[in-house]
């Protein structure tokens, strides 16, 4: 499974920025995928998930209510609305996915997607 996510940039507190990540190499469809980020200074943190259809969706609560996590399996992506930013949101962006029958961690991940919040 390869993962490329992409739609990082730079955008004003309260903006919005929508990532995507593309998979290929597997049925899309049979794979749970999450996002995390990782900003200098600090650990690699979730930030959301969601099940392999989509039933079923999980949020750091440090972005409930600001972001939404969905899927098409239909395009094998993964979206990350990201809505009312803030500068704490700063970090590399990374998606992941693992075989929703394989339990614990993603083992399939992303190269990172800058998002830059300026105040």
């Known amino acids: 499974v390869q993962l490329q996510a992409s739609g990082g940039g730079l955008v004003q507190a309260g903006g919005s920025l929508r990532l995507s990540c593309a998979v290929s190499?597997?049925?899309?469809?049979?794979?749970?995928a999450g996002w995390f980020r990782q900003a200098p200074g600090k650990e690699h943190e979730f930030v959301a998930a969601i099940t392999y259809r989509g039933g079923s969706t999980n949020y750091a609560d440090s972005v409930k209510g600001r972001f939404t996590i969905s899927r098409d399996n239909a395009k094998n992506t993964v979206y990350l609305q990201m809505n009312s930013l803030k500068p704490e949101d700063t970090a590399i962006y990374h998606c992941a996915a693992k075989h929703f029958s394989t339990p614990g961690l993603y083992n399939y991940w992303s190269q990172g997607t800058q998002v830059t919040v300026s105040s």
């Open positions: 190499g597997r049925r899309f469809s049979s794979y749970d």
